[in-house]
Antibody, heavy 120, light 107 residues
Framework: HVQLQESGPGLVKPSETLSVTCTVS??????????WSWIRQPPGKGLEWIGQ???????NYNPSLKSRLTISSDTSKNQFSLTLNSVTAADTAVYYC????????????WGQGTLVTVSS | DIQMTQSPSTLSASVGDRVTITCRAS??????LAWYQQKPGKVPKLLIY???YLEGGVPSRFSATGSGTEFTLTISSLQPDDFAAYYC??????????FGQGTKVEI
């Protein structure tokens, strides 16, 4: 199993930038066997897919977030991150990272999630 | 983009009931679908991957079928531990990997 741990700011002010990092252990983020994904869940609501990095290096983003979103990796730290600009209260959510096994249609591990609140 | 529609949104059932949840894709996704269970305040738990493969450690009362655009998750005999929210998610290429809106299974 892959271990994942999110770290985030906890509280972000409206219009500022939200950054959450996922530290990966058990496999390299450059591994050809995994895709690296972000999901969020606003309080009391359902799961929302944010986007992912494919092992090929390409990425795929939720169209509703694409203009504000960047997902990247830091291979030296074995981490991947999301950055979301110009946040509003609607971006308040638990943010989860996932390691998805390539070609296995959803199989993979989850981080424990980190709550990010957008408030002044 | 592919949309995922789950039904019902809420399901009232009793211990021992057979329960079925449906997920429909707006376009064909072959068997690129997963099912998750989530309890309040907890991380989602993978139940089924690639439409019908039971994740290790998941009780055999859970099963799933489907391909193309229509998928079902079945709990053969509902147990107290199964009262939770259930989500589908597709993994078809070249499309955002959207979730269904969820099904809450309640007493």
């Amino acid at each position: 199993h892959v271990q994942l741990q999110e770290s985030g700011p906890g509280l972000v002010k409206p219009s500022e930038t939200l950054s959450v990092t996922c530290t990966v252990s058990g496999v390299s983020v450059t591994s050809g066997g995994y895709h690296w994904s972000w999901i969020r869940q606003p309080p009391g609501k359902g799961l929302e897919w944010i986007g992912q990095l494919f092992y090929s290096g390409s990425s795929n983003y939720n169209p509703s977030l694409k203009s504000r979103l960047t997902i990247s990796s830091d291979t030296s730290k074995n981490q991947f991150s999301l950055t979301l600009n110009s946040v509003t209260a609607a971006d308040t959510a638990v943010y989860y990272c996932r390691a998805l096994e390539a070609g296995l249609g959803g199989r993979g591990d989850w981080g424990q999630g980190t709550l990010v609140t957008v408030s002044s | 983009d592919i949309q995922m529609t789950q039904s019902p949104s809420t399901l009232s059932a009793s211990v021992g009931d057979r329960v079925t949840i449906t997920c429909r894709a707006s376009q064909t996704i072959s068997d690129w679908l997963a099912w998750y269970q989530q309890k309040p305040g907890k991380v989602p738990k993978l139940l089924i991957y690639k439409a019908s493969y039971l994740e290790g450690g998941v009780p055999s009362r859970f099963s799933a079928t489907g391909s193309g655009t229509e998928f079902t998750l079945t709990i053969s005999s509902l147990q107290p531990d199964d009262f939770a929210a259930y989500y589908c998610q597709h993994f078809a290429s070249d499309s955002p990997w959207t979730f269904g809106q969820g099904t809450k299974v309640e007493i």
